[in-house]
């Protein structure tokens, strides 16, 4: 009755199936672990948003990886901005996800000796590429900035590639111990995204937008949607199954019902 699921081309089929169901349910739990991390990070930078604001120093040192679990918190810190060795960095986009400009990337210098970063904000690029833009200045004299601390951008937590030879001031990431060799002083591992500052100056970059930590994404949809491809390939195969039983039989009734043509030599004997 089932005899044609020994064919090479049934043997065949049902292999793949039974490949195709382990591998689905492997992507589906995939998905769910992505759709967990990003609850997960969710939750961290809602918490860490709406925490008090410390100074930054409690969070980070020379030379020191920010923590993930420290990323996002709201710091302060009071010093004199440092424009001499201000930069920008390149290829960043603006409030709307689609204008591309510069961050403009300032040291603060604190009194004792050391220096945070602080990303003040997003600038239009212009139209010529090679030359430092126009940014506006940084309040002058004692400021206080009030921000969100990030770890330092690397090329493999950002995916930015981290290009040599650019145009004098200009960088393609966001990396303390890279802006250390510029100066003559430590500076703090991470640096701050600017939300506030105290006083504020005139005409300022554009604040960097807070992150929405409110969209969970596509994942746990995409989870259960492999979960049922794989549920529904065994239904699939059984539904291939009984066809092709069906059809063979057909066609076996089919021959059985057709009387057999007889030569005309013969029925002439």
Known sequence: MYRFLLTRQWVILTLVALALIPTMIRLGFWQLHRHEHRVAQNQLIGDNLDAPAVAVEKFTAPGRTVPRDDTWRTVTATGTYDTAHEVVVRQRTGSDEQSIGYFVLTPLLLPDDRAVLVNRGWIPAGTDLT???????????????????????????????????????????????????????????????????????????????????????????????????????????????????????????????????????????
């Open 131 to 269: 030359k430092f833009p126009k940014v506006p200045a940084a309040p002058s004299g004692k400021v206080t900035v009030t921000g969100r601390l990030k770890a330092d951008e690397t090329t493999g937590n950002s995916g930015i590639k981290d290009k040599q030879g650019l145009p004098p001031r200009q960088v393609s990431l966001i990396n303390s111990e890279q802006q250390a060799k510029a100066l003559s002083r430590p500076v703090l591992g991470g640096y701050i995204e600017l939300t506030s500052s105290s006083p504020k100056g005139g005409k300022q970059p554009q604040p960097v937008a807070a992150p929405n930590h409110s969209d969970i994404g596509p994942h746990m949809a995409y989870a259960v949607q492999w979960w049922l491809f794989s549920a529904g390939v065994p239904i699939g195969w059984f539904v291939l199954a009984r066809r092709e039983r069906r059809d063979r039989a057909a066609e076996a009734a089919k021959a059985a019902a057709t009387p057999e043509q007889v030569p005309a030599t013969a029925a002439a004997d």
